[in-house]
């Protein structure tokens, strides 16, 4: 017999494993030896109030045992199946690979940059060198932008696909069961590159390819249909080579601008759209866990607090995007003269500090001043800010930055706090940086935050620009029904570049949708 109950009870209860038994016993009735296994569906935590508790959903069985939940996918062999070239290996990318291999098609994925071990290389020099290989950093390689951004998991696309499906996926290939059941799952950028790297296994097992430092550099078209995708070798010698495929997904990511100005100068339709473009705010994570938890030190049984806001402010929003309990700002730019930061954490988020994004919206009035660049205005109006910023700093990757309560007053900052950017900061006014409407809007949104959440607004805070690459700047459309570019037959734009997908998960559901449409559309090619 099954019996679904719910628990409501302090953290350190639901920290004890035959403690949540005998309560899951007394509210059923029954003796906890009675039970024979006890499976916990939901976890989430309650800190409204100053009494935090934890809220479980369990399965409780007698004389049964459970099923195995977790779902697993059965790769089949497709060695000598048609082709389909998948541009970029981020969630996106790999989940359309693995997707492929079920329906029977062999993908051959073409990514610009490295793999993991030696994408960390890349990295190491980013941070203490400032070198930025614009093929390699923390937006390009395998895995993608999200291989170091945290691995939050936590999204509101139930109605995109099956989210399950995506978390059982990651732990079939090595992640914690815990990301099934806990309320906002997170994998840890520590923990992201091995699952990635079995991601990448399984896929070429099953006879899939993965060309790393290979950057695609144009489509072979016939009568506007895909015949082949264009690739140069990006480890030195800048060869290019032809693959032949009647179909493409492009999972490039929201940082490629390369391909967007490939598709608006050969005229493939493109169109601009709203972003949003801020900064990143850190605090001391011990602040975050007093404001959050209502106490002046954190309890064991509870994780580092995480936080989101937001506000209006003259018809903008403003909101924290990404927020990284006990995490690190990292450089992000994915080209020489820019600056652009992001946020990650380790699996344990056990870093000093707390930072999230917090940005403000945008949209066509912005982008006026670069209406000459047709489709590419919003792209060109977001690189005009990561130069500036860049700038602004040195010419070094030294970021602008600025206390928060000296922001919000428009004061210069006489020092800044120990920040965990690892090329450092420089006082800078941040409103010489970010055009007046963000600036403006950014201090009544953070205003509004430091009213709802006491002692969040404080110069123990900083702000760390740019944080200017939320989402893509373009979108590449797509035909709702076959999923595939209104202009070109094969050619199918996927993911957070193409501007269907904002996170991990909605990119991999994403990919997973576009390979079931590519599918379909090669079958359809095939009885014509």
């Known amino acids: 017999m099954i019996k679904s109950i719910e628990l409501v009870i302090p953290p350190e209860e639901a920290a004890d494993e035959q403690k949540v038994k005998a309560l899951a016993a007394s509210l059923s009735g029954i003796s906890p030896t009675e039970i024979s296994a006890l499976v916990i569906k939901k976890r989430s935590i309650d800190a409204r109030s100053r009494n935090i508790t934890v809220r479980l959903v369990i399965d409780l069985f007698t004389n049964e045992l459970p099923e195995p939940t977790i779902f697993t996918r059965q790769l089949q062999k497709v060695t000598n199946c048609e082709p389909v070239v998948v541009i970029g290996s981020g969630p996106a990318g790999l989940f359309a690979a693995i997707r492929l291999i079920e329906l029977g098609f062999r993908p051959v994925i073409v990514e610009r940059g ?39 998991l936590y999204t509101r696309s139930d109605k995109r696909g099956n989210i399950k499906n995506v978390l059982d996926t990651f732990i079939q290939f090595g992640a914690s069961q815990d990301i099934a059941i806990d309320a906002h799952p997170h994998i840890g950028t520590n923990k992201l590159p091995g699952i990635i790297e079995s991601m990448r296994k399984a896929i070429e097992d099953a006879g899939g390819t993965i060309l790393f430092s290979s950057r695609f550099s144009g489509f072979v078209l016939k009568a506007k249909h895909i015949c082949g995708v264009r690739y140069k070798n990006t480890a030195g010698s800048e060869s290019e080579t032809t693959i032949q495929t009647k179909a493409v997904i492009l999972a490039t990511g929201h940082s490629a601008r390369d391909v967007f100005e490939y598709l608006h100068q050969e005229k493939i339709l493109i169109e601009a759209k709203p972003l949003a473009i801020g900064v990143r705010i850190e605090h001391p994570q011990q602040l975050i866990d007093k404001i959050q938890y209502h106490c002046d030190s954190r309890s ?76 590419l205005r919003a792209l060109r109006f977001q690189a005009s800010i990561e130069q500036k910023a860049f700038a602004s700093g ?135």
């Not at 990292?330 to 988020?349: D, F």
């Not at 953070?446 to 893509?472: C, D, H, I, P």
Request: glycine fraction near 12%; hydrophobic fraction near 35%; aromatic fraction near 8%.
């Open 114 to 152: 490295k793999n993991v071990k030696e994408r960390r290389r890349d990295l190491a020099d980013l941070n203490k060198k400032r070198i930025v290989n614009p093929d390699s950093n923390y937006c390009f390689g395998e895995g993608g932008a999200g291989t170091y951004s945290d691995g939050k």
């Open 300 to 375: 064991m049984y509870l994780p580092p607090a995480a936080y989101g806001v937001s506000a209006q402010s003259d018809g903008r929003g403003v909101y924290s995007f990404c927020m990284c309990p006990g995490g690190i700002i990292a450089v992000a730019s994915t080209a020489p003269g820019e600056l652009v930061v992001n946020g990650w954490s380790p699996s344990k988020r056990n870093n000093p500090f707390a930072n999230s994004g917090m940005v403000v919206s945008v949209g066509e009035p912005d982008f006026a001043p670069f209406q000459k660049d047709g489709e």
């Open 394 to 528: 040195g010419h070094d990757l030294t970021a602008p930055a600025q206390r928060m309560m000296d922001f919000i007053a428009g004061k210069n900052s006489a020092t800044l706090p120990t920040c965990s950017y690892i090329p450092g900061l420089k006082s800078v006014s941040l409103a010489d940086v970010l055009p007046k409407p963000i600036t403006a809007a950014l201090r009544e949104g953070l205003t509004q935050f430091g009213k709802k959440m006491r002692g969040y607004g404080t110069n123990e805070a900083v702000l760390v620009a740019t944080e200017s690459r939320t989402s893509s700047p373009v979108r590449i459309p797509r035909d709702k029904e076959t999923l595939m570019h209104p202009e070109i037959n094969g050619f199918f734009p996927c993911g957070e570049g193409a501007g269907y997908a904002g996170g991990i998960v909605s990119a991999a559901i994403d990919g997973e949708k576009v390979a079931v449409a590519c599918a379909t559309f090669l079958h359809h090619s095939k009885r014509n």
